[in-house]
């Protein structure tokens, strides 16, 4: 398996308050990407890094913020926890393969739920 | 009108069957077609990829891409109760590095 870790695995909070998510990876991947899956929607792109402080948004990036300052770690922020955020959050990372297709492998998720 | 569309199921079979899987796809500009394994509680994985058109087979699964009907498949034969899991679609560009999910398919294999 790819060494993928995320921190934590289940997590409990109210809204209004700020939650921090980890994705720490061991294979030097230039790339790093959070995604939320729901049901009905799939995987979903919150926010991806393509290096050190080099992050862009994804397809469903309000209310969430990231951060990279370490090659292998990967932090999404939700300022202010609201309860259509409840979801399972996954980290995936990928290599640069300019010439050819783009594997992502995938942490084990985040299950956070917003009361 | 979502750039990838996918039935989420869920689908149900016999043991022994042969499953298909199948997505649609907007943009022509996709060239890599790719098929995740989701199991539950679990993180996807790679399954299978096809580049451009054609078929690919890979033991019990096969995966079929047609262009011109942007339309790709994944065919599993003699399916197994441990393929019991949601499969995903995925394209991307080539050289590109964003991949667009398709919303998964669930899968139950009885025995």
């Known amino acids: 398996d790819a060494g993928i870790t995320q921190s934590p695995r289940h997590k409990v909070t109210e809204t209004g308050t700020p939650v921090t998510l980890r994705c720490h990876q061991t294979?030097?991947?230039?790339?790093m990407y959070w995604y939320r899956q729901d049901p009905g929607h799939g995987l979903r792109l919150i926010h991806y890094?393509?290096?050190?402080?080099?992050?862009d948004k994804g397809e469903v990036s309000d209310g969430y913020s990231v951060s990279r300052s370490k090659t292998e770690d990967f932090l999404l922020t939700l300022e202010s926890a609201t309860s259509s955020q409840t979801s399972v959050y996954f980290c995936?990372?990928?290599?640069?393969?300019?010439?050819?297709?783009?594997?992502?492998?995938f942490g084990p998720g985040t299950r956070l739920t917003v009361l | 009108q979502k750039e990838v569309e996918q039935d989420p199921g869920p689908l149900s079979v016999p043991e022994g069957a042969i499953v298909s899987l199948n997505c649609t796809y907007s943009?022509?500009?996709?060239?890599?077609f790719m098929w995740y394994r989701q199991y539950s509680r679990k993180g996807p994985e790679l399954l299978m990829y096809?580049?451009?058109?054609g078929n690919k087979e890979d033991g019990r699964f096969t995966a079929q891409v047609d262009k011109s009907s942007k339309y790709i498949s994944l065919f599993i034969r003699d399916s197994q109760p441990s393929d019991s899991a949601t499969y995903l679609c995925?394209?991307?560009?080539?050289?590109?590095?964003?991949?667009?999910f398709g919303a998964g398919t669930r899968l139950f294999v009885k025995a």
């Open positions: 995936a990372i990928s290599e640069d393969r300019k010439s050819s297709y783009n594997e992502q492998f």
């Open positions: 294979e030097n991947h230039r790339y």
């Open positions: 890094s393509y290096g050190v402080k080099d992050t």
């Open positions: 943009n022509s500009a996709f060239q890599y």
């Open positions: 096809t580049y451009s058109s």
């Open positions: 995925a394209l991307i560009n080539t050289g590109g590095f964003k991949t667009i």
